[in-house]
């Protein structure tokens, strides 16, 4: 390819660090299937990185629920 050239050091590390970042445990998954084209690949590890981030926000709303823990009465004994 007339246009292709190898990646700058600077590039390179840019590019890992972004990875890295978006790829905190280090194990690469994606929701396309096997022997999908590249594409679809990295458009599956954006939407597994995705899937991940809402999983970890539910556990941490899951953890510090927003609703103090409250005693629930019935109507006719509330401010008894």
Avoid: C, F
Avoid at 60 to 67: A, G, N, Q, Y
């Amino acid at each position: 390819m007339e246009k292709e050239r190898q990646l700058t050091e600077q590039e390179e590390a840019r590019l890992d660090a972004e990875y890295r970042a978006m790829n905190s445990h280090g194990i690469n998954t994606t929701t396309a299937p096997e022997g999908a084209p590249l594409e679809e690949v990295q458009e599956g590890m954006k939407e597994a990185q995705a899937a991940r981030e809402v999983a970890m926000e539910d556990e941490v709303l899951e953890d510090h629920p927003s609703v103090p823990n409250t005693t629930v009465q019935p109507a006719d004994r509330v401010g008894n």
